[in-house]
């Protein structure tokens, strides 16, 4: 690659919310990003020419995380349009809430498939591709250590998730690749808010002593440091981007 020759960045699920931030926020930092999406092609392509009339590059690459042929095939599209892969953002997840007595089969077999199976997907495509100096991040959560009821599932598929963020740190000694995790709070998405009350929303945000919700540019920040020059001692690690709830 030389030196003049942008970086490059897959974001999976990053045609809204968080995902769509951290592509912005890359774009902004001077990576050509590849904006993953499984289902909602028109977000996407509203996301990528904004980056694009911003001054940024950005192109479209659709896949379902959970299957191996299309995340193999997302690869494949950012090597055609931008020559390789330097940094992979692990933000596509789905959370289904409901005890553990109450949860379905399908509800289980759905987290686990995206969550835990979806990022092992890509963390291992990553592991034969990614270019020397590369940089892996994880989206985890807080819900780790704070362990809400109704979190069961979901908890333990992010759990799964960290687990596999300090194994690979290893795995990859002698590339320069760092890989860590960033394990947001309670952030400000559309999606986050669908269906809770005011009052829901206001005692999520008082958990924190900041007293206040996080927003996808928070969780934006945290993942540009880490793939930026300034986070390269940064190994193996779980950041928890929360506001101090935990």
């Known amino acids: ?16 919310g968080v995902g769509a931030a951290i592509a912005e926020r890359l774009a902004r930092d ?13 977000a996407a392509d509203t ?15 659709q896949a379902d995380v959970a299957r191996v042929s299309e995340v193999e095939r997302m690869f494949e599209i950012a090597d055609v349009a931008f ?4 940094v992979l953002v692990n933000n596509a997840g789905i959370m289904l809430l ?6 379905t089969d399908a509800q289980f077999e759905a987290q ?7 990022v092992f997907n890509t963390l291992r495509e990553a592991a034969r591709r990614i270019r020397h100096g590369g940089r892996i991040i994880n989206l985890s959560s807080s819900q780790v250590g704070l362990l809400h009821s109704n979190y069961a599932v979901y908890a333990a598929t992010k759990a799964g998730v960290e687990a596999m963020t300090r194994v690979l740190a290893k795995e990859l000694r002698g590339r320069n690749v760092t890989v860590n995790a960033v394990a947001p709070g309670p ?30 540019v928070d969780i934006a920040a945290v993942v540009a440091f880490l793939a930026s020059q300034d986070g ?11 506001g101090g709830i935990i």
Do not use: H
């Open 47 to 61: 996301l990528a020419d904004k980056i694009e009339m911003a001054g940024g590059r950005a192109i479209t690459a």
């Open 1 to 16: 690659m030389s030196g003049t020759q942008k970086k490059v960045a897959i974001i999976t699920g990053s045609a809204r």
């Open 187 to 216: 952030t400000a998405t559309a999606l986050f808010l669908e269906g809770k009350s005011r009052e829901a929303v206001d005692c999520l945000a008082g958990l924190a002593p900041l007293e206040r919700l996080g927003q996808p």
């Open 30 to 42: 001077g990576f050509s990003v590849v904006i993953n999406y499984a289902g909602n092609v028109a």
């Open 112 to 118: 686990i498939a995206v969550n835990l199976k979806g």
């Open 232 to 242: 390269a001692w940064i190994n193996g690690q779980v950041i928890r981007a929360n």
């Open 83 to 86: 020559g390789g892969v330097d």
């Open 98 to 103: 409901s005890t553990i007595a109450e949860t």
